[in-house]
T-cell receptor
Framework: GQSLEQPSEVTAVEGAIVQINCTYQ??????LSWYQQHDGGAPTFLSY????GLEETGRFSSFLSRSDSYGYLLLQELQMKDSASYFC????????????FGKGTSLLVTP | SQTIHQWPATLVQPVGSPLSLECTVE??????LYWYRQAAGRGLQLLFY??????ISSEVPQNLSASRPQDRQFILSSKKLLLSDSGFYLC?????????FGPGTRLTVT
């Protein structure tokens, strides 16, 4: 089977940098994705790492290390609107490019 | 650009009643389609996925079923709802690690 572990909650100050970690166990996968979900809304795609290393998209960066079964999402220059839940997800290698999601990290950005 | 539609936005149904949720995608052909359910304050659970018309793979053996009668249409159904079927139902289309979600249907079974 597959499992993903993320911290349940993280709090950070506006303007700061925060890192949300994700560790996983899987027998095979294509890559690691990150999604953002605001309260009451649908998840939105943030980033996808097919290869080891860092992917940067504006204020957000994502990292993957297959040898360590570990990834993280880095949010810089935090803004109040970044308060949301963040999910890591494994892109499965069996079929259909389905995603298995972690339970999510609730990020609270404070003034 | 691609757009994904889901309806209804909210639904309150009694236990034992049937269910039909519809999802349609515009702006892409032969998409991979997915149904997820999210319980309150929880992560997303994959229910079904489809890589083509008439092809359905089930992840969770419950009283739910899915169908894909057309290339860009995905339907989630139940003959008799249970209380445990309450949740936020999300349809998504995707390509590799990128999945794009519809607005979701919030289902309450009473």
């Amino acid at each position: 089977g597959q499992s993903l572990e993320q911290p349940s909650e993280v709090t950070a100050v506006e303007g700061a940098i925060v890192q949300i970690n994700c560790t996983y166990q899987t027998s095979g996968f294509y890559g690691l994705s990150w999604y953002q979900q605001h309260d009451g809304g649908a998840p939105t795609f943030l980033s996808y790492n097919a290869l080891d290393g860092l992917e940067e998209t504006g204020r957000f960066s994502s990292f993957l290390s297959r040898s360590d079964s570990y990834g993280y999402l880095l949010l810089q220059e935090l803004q109040m609107k970044d308060s949301a839940s963040y999910f890591c997800a494994i892109l499965r290698a069996d079929s259909g490019y389905a995603l298995n999601f972690g339970k999510g990290t609730s990020l609270l950005v404070t003034p | 650009s691609q757009t994904i539609h889901q309806w209804p936005a909210t639904l309150v149904q009694p236990v034992g009643s049937p269910l039909s949720l519809e999802c349609t995608v515009e702006g892409t052909s032969n998409p991979n389609l997915y149904w997820y359910r999210q319980a309150a304050g929880r992560g997303l659970q994959l229910l079904f996925y489809s890589v083509g018309i008439g092809q359905i793979s089930s992840e969770v053996p419950q009283n739910l079923s899915a169908s894909r009668p057309q290339d860009r249409q995905f339907i989630l159904s139940s003959k008799k709802l249970l209380l445990s079927d309450s949740g936020f139902y999300l349809c998504a289309w995707g390509r590799r690690g990128e999945q794009y979600f519809g607005p979701g249907t919030r289902l309450t079974v009473t």
